[in-house]
T-cell receptor, first 114, second 110 residues
Framework: EAGVAQSPRYKIIEKRQSVAFWCNPI?????LYWYQQILGQGPKLLIQ????????DSQLPKDRFSAERLKGVDSTLKIQPAKLEDSAVYLC????????????FGPGTRLTVL | GNSVTQMEGPVTLSEEAFLTINCTYT??????LFWYVQYPGEGLQLLLK?????DKGSNKGFEATYRKETTSFHLEKGSVQVSDSAVYFC?????????FGKGTMLLVSP
C-alpha cells in the first residue's frame, strides 16, 4: 500500500514570496490533515479536511495561509506572502473517516524562508 | 485545553540500556494516547497507542501504560539499540485532532 506522498521535499524562498505544497493521501482515506512542525517543537495542526470539506481550520493563519482539497483526494497548502517565522516542516497526514483512527504521515516538506 | 508535556532531551544511552521517556497530559474528556517516532529524514510513524485507562500499548519492545490517576503515558524499553535513535513524540486525541508534545530525541551509542 502506497503511503502519503508530499512534494516538494525541500523548498527555499525569500520572505514575501509565495509557495505551495502538495499532498496525496493514502487511497480511500477520507480525512486529511496539514501540520506545521517548527524546529524543536511537536507538530501543530493547521487544517483538517473530511473529504473536501473543512472540519477544523482554527489554527490556520488565514491572512496568509490557504488550503484546498479538490474532489476529496489531493490537497494543496499555500503561503502568500511568506514570513521568516514560516520556516518549518509541513506535514500531511491522512486517516480513515472515523475518529480515533490512526493518522499516517507523509515525509514532510522542509520550508526555509530567507 | 489539551496539552502534552514530555521530558526534554536529548536522552543519551548506551546500547542495551533501559529507556524511560516521561509524558504527562492534560485533556478534557477521555483521550486516546499515542507515541509516534520520527527517524532521521522520515515522516512520523505510530509506535504504539492506548485508548483507555490501564491499557498497555506495545510494539518493537517499547511499552507504555495509560495511567489516568497520574495522567501519564511513559514510554519504556528494556534494552535499546542503536537503531532506536530517533525523536519520540507523545500525543493525545479526544476527537480526531492530535495534540503533540515537543518531542524527545534519543541517541543510542554502540
Amino acid at each position: 500500500e502506497a503511503g502519503v506522498a508530499q512534494s516538494p521535499r525541500y523548498k527555499i524562498i525569500e520572505k514575501r514570496q509565495s509557495v505551495a505544497f502538495w499532498c496525496n493521501p493514502i487511497s480511500g482515506h477520507a480525512t486529511l490533515y496539514w501540520y506545521q512542525q517548527i524546529l524543536g517543537q511537536g507538530p501543530k495542526l493547521l487544517i483538517q479536511f473530511q473529504n473536501n470539506g473543512v472540519v477544523d481550520d482554527s489554527q490556520l493563519p488565514k491572512d496568509r495561509f490557504s488550503a484546498e482539497r479538490l474532489k476529496g483526494v489531493d490537497s494543496t497548502l499555500k503561503i502568500q506572502p511568506a514570513k521568516l517565522e514560516d520556516s518549518a516542516v509541513y506535514l500531511c497526514a491522512s486517516s480513515l473517516e472515523r475518529a480515533g483512527n490512526e493518522q499516517f504521515f507523509g515525509p514532510g516538506t522542509r520550508l526555509t524562508v530567507l | 485545553g489539551n496539552s502534552v508535556t514530555q521530558m526534554e532531551g536529548p536522552v543519551t544511552l548506551s546500547e542495551e540500556a533501559f529507556l524511560t521517556i516521561n509524558c504527562t497530559y492534560t485533556a478534557t474528556g477521555y483521550p486516546s494516547l499515542f507515541w509516534y517516532v520520527q527517524y532521521p529524514g522520515e515522516g512520523l510513524q505510530l509506535l504504539l497507542k492506548a485508548t483507555k485507562a490501564d491499557d498497555k500499548g506495545s510494539n518493537k519492545g517499547f511499552e507504555a501504560t495509560y495511567r489516568k490517576e497520574t495522567t501519564s503515558f511513559h514510554l519504556e524499553k528494556g534494552s535499546v539499540q542503536v537503531s532506536d535513535s530517533a525523536v519520540y513524540f507523545c500525543a493525545l486525541t479526544v476527537t480526531s485532532t492530535l495534540t503533540f508534545g515537543k518531542g524527545t530525541m534519543l541517541l543510542v551509542s554502540p
